[in-house]
């Protein structure tokens, strides 16, 4: 009798663990089920994502994949019906993970993206639960109603893939160092974003002396540059080529270093990396004020807003990847009104630019990153604590939040 009454709440919290994956599969499944009936190609080519598409086919078929002319053509074949083609800014450190789009239409591209980005953002809502301790509220599943995930999953954008790679991180660089460096290689994609983090990984390393983290991202990125060049030999100097001649850095991008720069001379580039390096600056101090405490999975959420504030180049997409910042605040807010009603505002206030289609190099999106940086700030007064540490995989803390 005492053997059959402990196994029944395992039994019963199986169950409802097996149950709450099966409704996110459904979910998920019924997603992709109304993509399949209603899109086509030219609604593929009206998402961000056919740039990643239009570039994976060029390069399965031995092309540049930066190619502007020859990326315009096929998109146009499509049914692109802009006058300029998308075209994908980011480096060549990851093009074969995403390979198979380079074999299939841009209809069946854009379904298995989008099965992609939902399953990313399943375990990262997963894995965020199992950090906190497994809780019983469900304030993890927020993480398909945070407005930047859900424009990432509108648009097709990467930010979902950063969200994942920054999650695995805080879950495994205590327990499984060489695993959490190679988690960040999509953060390779955008490096500006993250760049205060990477400043303080590097002096939190230097201290441990123990350099398995950046090991770990240092042979990721080798491998997986080494299996671009494998597919494209010329592949980073056409990709130098494409941004010169684009000239990105004379597009106006919703960032507040990119609008100084543009209030104060547009011309003058180097204005909008200031407030980067000064964030780089903080970041040192801020880790150094704190090395004896620090933890990755509370004070490295803050570098991560800060980052995400201050970087040069940058889309409210990108903001997905803040998502375990705000979980932090939330169930560090508590009963705290006041802080659930300005979130409330904050949500609110994004979902606007996505029901209202605002483009996203609109300057609509400059407030959102300072917004959700203030809010952490706010919700975070006082909490020591707001993550459980992350625990070594088969050993997680057992109190729940």
């Known amino acids: 009798m005492?053997?059959?009454?402990?196994?029944?709440?395992?039994?019963?919290?199986?169950?409802r663990r097996l149950?709450?994956?099966?409704?996110?599969?459904?979910?998920?499944?019924?997603?992709?089920?109304?993509?399949?009936?209603?899109?086509?190609d030219k609604n593929a080519t009206g998402r961000d994502y056919i740039q990643y598409w239009a570039a994976e086919q060029q390069l399965a078929h031995h092309a540049d994949p930066y190619d502007i002319n020859a990326i315009y053509l096929l998109e146009k074949s499509r049914g692109l019906q802009e006058d300029s083609p998308k075209v994908t800014f980011s480096p060549p450190v990851a093009f074969e993970l995403a390979l198979p789009l380079g074999y299939m239409g841009a209809k069946a591209g854009l379904l298995l993206w989008l099965a992609?980005?939902?399953?990313?953002?399943?375990?990262?809502?997963?894995?965020?639960?199992?950090?906190?301790?497994?809780?019983?509220?469900?304030l993890h599943v927020l993480v398909f109603g945070f407005p930047p995930t859900l424009a990432c999953l509108m648009s097709g954008q990467l930010g979902i893939f950063f969200l994942l790679g920054v999650v695995l991180f805080l879950w495994l660089h205590n327990s499984r160092p060489w695993l959490a460096g190679a988690?960040?290689?999509?953060?390779?994609?955008?490096?500006?974003?993250?760049?205060?983090?990477?400043v303080v990984l590097v002096l939190w390393s230097l201290r441990r002396r123990n350099f398995a983290v950046i090991g770990g991202f240092v042979l990721a990125l080798a491998v997986s540059c080494g299996l671009t060049l494998l597919l494209d030999v010329n592949a980073w100097q056409q990709y130098f080529d494409m941004m010169r001649s684009t000239r990105v850095l004379d597009i106006f991008i919703p960032t507040l270093?990119?609008?100084?720069?543009?209030?104060?001379?547009?011309?003058a580039h180097w204005i909008?990396?200031?407030?980067?390096?000064?964030?780089?600056?903080?970041?040192?101090?801020?880790?150094?004020?704190?090395?004896?405490?620090?933890?990755?999975?509370r004070e490295g959420l803050l570098v991560l807003l800060v980052g995400a504030v201050c970087t040069p180049y940058s889309f409210f997409t990108d903001q997905a990847v803040l998502f375990p910042a705000i979980l932090a605040g939330m169930y560090a807010a508590g009963k705290n009104v006041a802080a659930w009603v300005l979130l409330a505002f904050i949500f609110a206030g994004s979902m606007v630019g996505i029901l209202a289609a605002i483009q996203l190099p609109s300057p609509f999106y400059l407030w959102t990153a300072p917004a959700w940086?203030?809010?952490?700030?706010?919700?975070?007064?006082?909490?020591?604590?707001?993550?459980?540490?992350?625990?070594?995989?088969?050993?997680?803390?057992?109190?729940?939040r």
């Open 272 to 297: 909008e990396f200031v407030p980067e390096v000064l964030a780089c600056a903080w970041a040192v101090w801020y880790y150094v004020t704190r090395r004896d405490r620090w933890q990755w999975s």
């Open 373 to 400: 940086l203030a809010w952490y700030l706010y919700a975070m007064r006082g909490e020591k604590s707001a993550i459980i540490p992350a625990a070594p995989p088969g050993n997680y803390a057992s109190t729940p």
């Open 257 to 267: 270093a990119v609008a100084m720069r543009f209030a104060i001379d547009p011309a």
């Open 19 to 40: 149950a709450a994956a099966a409704i996110v599969a459904l979910g998920a499944c019924f997603i992709l089920g109304i993509y399949a009936l209603t899109i086509d």
């Open 2 to 15: 005492a053997g059959e009454n402990k196994s029944a709440p395992v039994t019963e919290g199986l169950g």
């Open 183 to 198: 988690a960040l290689l999509g953060c390779a994609l955008k490096p500006h974003l993250f760049l205060p983090c990477v």
């Open 116 to 138: 992609a980005l939902l399953t990313c953002a399943s375990l990262s809502m997963w894995v965020l639960w199992r950090m906190h301790g497994r809780p019983d509220s469900r």
